[in-house]
């Protein structure tokens, strides 16, 4: 069974792959996302399973699914009770997970996308955590990555 790890931000701000895994790269991270649900971006359904390269770890990847707040209301007020900032965002990005490499894997593009986008609400696990402290953990994340290979 997977976890599902959101990120709600606002749908007109979402990349495109190849942006969302270039800036990934600058971060300085050594992820590598999927970038073929490029033709996919105007984030109209579920896109399935998305292989990543984490350094040299095989097998990691996440379930990407987009959910529109319009389209499942309850969805979004179940996590507005958490942080009502939830309230702002009309898109959850979602990182199905079933792994602790494809749980960094998620938190590092779900922290990028919010980095990139300007805003956004992201949780470690039902706790919402700002930009600047997913980013620090992110980093921790990495080294530990790194040094594995």
Request: contains cysteine.
């Amino acid at each position: 069974m997977s976890e599902q790890v959101p990120v709600f931000i606002k749908k007109e701000k979402i990349p495109t792959a190849k942006e969302w895994a270039e800036a990934i790269k600058s971060e300085g991270f050594g992820l590598e996302i999927d970038e073929t649900w490029e033709e996919e971006k105007r984030c109209d359904g579920s896109y399935g399973y998305r292989p990543c390269r984490y350094y040299e770890v095989k097998d990691v990847g996440f379930e990407l699914d987009f959910i529109m707040r319009d389209e499942n209301p309850d969805y979004f007020q179940e996590y507005e009770e958490l942080d009502s900032n939830v309230k702002k965002f009309d898109l959850a990005v979602c990182f199905g997970v079933y792994t602790e490499e494809d749980a960094m894997a998620s938190a590092i593009a779900g922290t990028v996308l919010m980095k990139i986008v300007g805003e956004g609400v992201c949780f470690d696990l039902d706790d919402p955590i700002s930009l600047e402290s997913a980013l620090v953990l992110c980093r921790e994340v990495d080294r530990e990555m790194k040094l594995k290979r």
